[in-house]
């Protein structure tokens, strides 16, 4: 089948050459003009033949919405838009209607793997009508792993980025039990090899999974990770599924925490804690630490002048 793919990136480039290996014939357009096998999205719009499908596989928000409204632009009657980038489901449902008035079809599909697919294989989560999916399926079936799962119809147009929403949302919750874990572990000295015990558990145990084989092959790399700054960026999915989650009332007390860990990670000093410190010192006379570093003016630091509230102060 032919298909035309908008974003050559780690993950675009990749499904490219999946696609390609599985005998398909992908035409490809990226905005950098050394990756692009064409010149604009309108050549590669007129290198296609109808009834054409795209694939855009660029970033979420503004890079899809103006690939979405140009495609809207070039293609016709009977064509069909993937969007298979980390989109939030809510832009699904407005790239569908207004697809739609112009008769082009669109299907949303969350894509896992990273960029282990081109050897692995990528999960795809769909959403969509039947009879677009169904046009799609040589595609989807060169791209997803080999064997039974790895492709799910999830549902009406939105459901395939939503359970890609929530996938990404446990997998927060998955990296952070183990990222607390290792922190515990590397804190105190009761286990000596901290790395074995956890590549250890790459067999046999309960928590075995691909999220540990490659925690145990970034320590391989680095035993401590010395050579990483404890900072963790987010790209919407995490918020999507917290915001989800109060729509519908679902407590969802890990994922969040787990959220809420990566803006954490993101401060080199915390104000809250600063109001805490703060509190602490006026309420007990305890220790503050300065911004300079010292420790000084409360009542855990032995002499420290511990200054009473004034009776006016109460
Ligand atoms: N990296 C992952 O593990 C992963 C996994 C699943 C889904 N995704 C999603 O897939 C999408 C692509 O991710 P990536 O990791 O390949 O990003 P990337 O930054 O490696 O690649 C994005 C590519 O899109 C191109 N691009 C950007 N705007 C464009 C435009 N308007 N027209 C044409 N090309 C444009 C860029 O030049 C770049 O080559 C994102 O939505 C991302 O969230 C990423
Ligand atoms: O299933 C996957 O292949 C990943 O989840 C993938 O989608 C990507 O690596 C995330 O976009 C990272 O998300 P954050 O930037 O929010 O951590």
């Known amino acids: 089948m032919q298909i035309g793919m908008v974003g050559l990136g780690k993950m675009g480039g990749n499904m490219a050459e999946r696609l390609r290996r599985g005998g398909h014939d992908v035409i490809g357009y990226d905005r950098d003009p050394a990756i692009s096998d064409v010149a604009s999205l309108k050549e590669l719009v007129e290198r296609l033949e109808a009834p054409r499908a795209v694939w855009v596989m660029v970033p979420a928000g ?11 632009e070039l293609l016709d009657v009977g ?17 569908a209607r207004e697809l739609s008035t112009k008769g082009i079809g669109f299907v949303d599909c969350g894509v896992s793997g990273g960029v282990w697919g081109l050897q692995n294989g990528y999960a795809l989560m769909c959403g969509g009508d039947k009879a677009h999916v169904d046009r799609l399926m040589p595609i989807f079936e060169a ?21 890609k929403m ?14 607390e874990g290792w922190e515990l ?29 490659l925690l145990v092959r970034a320590l391989d790399d680095d035993e401590h990770l010395e050579q990483l700054r404890g900072y963790a960026q987010d790209s919407g999915e995490g918020r999507w599924t917290v ?25 080199d000093d915390s104000p809250a804690m600063k109001v805490v410190a703060a509190l602490r010192n006026q309420f007990g006379g305890h220790a503050i630490t300065s911004a300079e570093g010292s420790t ?10 511990v200054t009473p509230p004034r009776e006016s102060d109460r």
């Open 62 to 72: 503004k890079p899809t919405q103006t690939t979405v409204d140009d495609l809207g």
């Open 296 to 305: 000084g003016k409360g009542a855990d630091s032995p002499g420290a002048d």
């Open 185 to 213: 572990l590397e804190a105190s000295d009761v286990v000596k090899d901290v790395k074995g015990s956890f590549a250890s558990w790459r067999t046999g145990t309960v928590i075995r999974s691909w999220l540990l084989d």
């Open 243 to 267: 915001q989800a989650a109060v729509d519908h009332a679902v407590p969802m007390p890990v994922i969040t925490a787990a959220l809420y860990a990566r803006f954490a990670s993101r401060q």
């Open 79 to 95: 064509d069909i838009v993937v969007d298979g980038g980390n989109s939030h489901y809510v832009d699904d449902q407005k790239h």
């Open 166 to 179: 929530v996938h990404n949302g446990i997998e927060y919750g998955m990296m952070q039990a183990f990222a």
């Open 143 to 163: 791209l997803k792993p080999e064997g039974e799962d790895g492709f799910v119809h999830a549902g009406d147009v939105g459901a395939g980025h939503f359970a």
